[in-house]
């Protein structure tokens, strides 16, 4: 199997953009998917795929992908996008399915 | 509308074993790639075993060899059979629907959870 590292934890100010990223070797032969997790609820997808925001996820979070790396941004940070942050893939050999460590997400 | 439930977890001692369900509605499980997910607490997401639409399954290397994931299409229900359960088992355990599998797999759509704790 692989591995995905994430920052553990990032800070944005209120209406700033943030960028959250996810790097591992199985990124360059597939795309990531980005959940966000919080406190006491289930992991909600929120980005997936080239281009992909599930229905109902505003339009402020995107996503992005070069070379070993993925991306999460999140344009004009809202107070209720705090939480934890994962993002997850297939490994390198396909079968298998990886998780990054998370990146907690304050917004100031 | 798509709906997971999860059921069966509970408090078991370190050597036995336990069954997790995933009752779906609104969808038919047999048609997805299905998989299960787990949080210890206060950490991370790790996945834990992932039932191809073909019937593959494919583990974790910490579950392997002791937990087994299968479906049973009259019930459209995705099991996970858990052996020898050990401490480092204890965690909150998350079915979910995997979707664009080609690409690099998204889950889609998540159960609510199903707390697991070993411990003597």
């Known amino acids: 199997s692989s591995e995905l590292t994430q920052d553990p934890g990032v800070s944005v100010a209120l209406g700033q953009t943030v960028r959250i990223t996810c790097q591992g070797d199985s990124l360059r032969g597939y795309y990531a998917s980005w959940y966000q997790q919080r406190p006491g609820q289930a992991p909600v997808l929120v980005f997936y795929g080239k281009n992909n925001r599930p229905s109902g996820i505003p339009d402020r979070f995107s996503g992005s992908s070069s070379g070993n790396t993925a991306s999460l941004t999140i344009t004009g940070a809202q107070a209720e996008d705090e939480g934890d942050y994962y993002c997850?893939?297939?490994?390198?050999?396909?079968?298998?399915?990886?998780f990054g460590g998370g990146t907690k997400l304050t917004v100031l | 509308e798509v709906q997971l439930v999860e059921t069966g977890g509970g408090l078991i001692q370190p050597g036995g074993s336990l069954r997790l369900s995933c009752a779906a509605s609104?969808?038919?499980?047999?048609?997805?790639?299905m998989t299960w997910v787990r949080q210890a607490p206060g950490k991370g997401l790790e996945w834990v075993s992932l039932l191809y639409i073909g019937g593959n399954t494919y583990y974790a290397d910490s579950v392997k060899g002791r937990f087994t994931i299968s479906r049973d299409n009259s019930k459209n229900t995705l099991y996970l059979q858990m052996n020898n359960l050990r401490a480092e088992d204890t965690a909150v355990y998350y079915c979910a629907r995997v979707y664009n599998w080609n690409d690099g797999g998204a889950f889609d759509y998540w159960g609510q959870g199903t707390p697991v704790t070993v411990s003597s």
């Open positions: 997850n893939s297939r490994d390198s050999s396909g079968n298998l399915v990886v």
């Open positions: 609104g969808f038919i499980v047999s048609s997805y790639y």
